[in-house]
């Protein structure tokens, strides 16, 4: 699945991890979000990484008996971009016993008009 957004722009994704058609429950789990300019990056070199067990959380379990979670994208997180940039990412589940990418694709940060932060 493929992510757009603004520049600059505060941005949230719904999540709903799936498995066999329900929803997979997420107690005792954890979620990450990463992106990267390439597949082949380190993680340290990662351009935004969020998951579910820091505090603040940008990658919050909504509900995790009914397998949901959203994503929150800062505006502090790609404001320093000047001009359209593609980068990639992916969004993964681990527990005590699992580690499954669940999402993964493009992100795509357009450029906009007002540069007022």
Known sequence: ?????FRGDTGSFDIAVMENSAPMPLTGMTLWFTVKRS???????????????????????VNAAGGTAKLTINSNDT???????MFVYDLQLTGPSLTKTIQSG????????????
């Open 1 to 5: 699945m493929d992510l757009e957004m």
């Open 106 to 117: 493009t992100f795509l940060v357009k450029t906009d008009i007002t540069r007022s932060d």
């Open 39 to 61: 597949h082949y990056d380190d993680d340290a070199a990662a351009f935004i990484k969020k998951d579910s067990v820091s505090t603040p959380t940008d990658l919050e379990i």
């Open 79 to 85: 404001s320093s971009l000047l001009e359209d940039e």
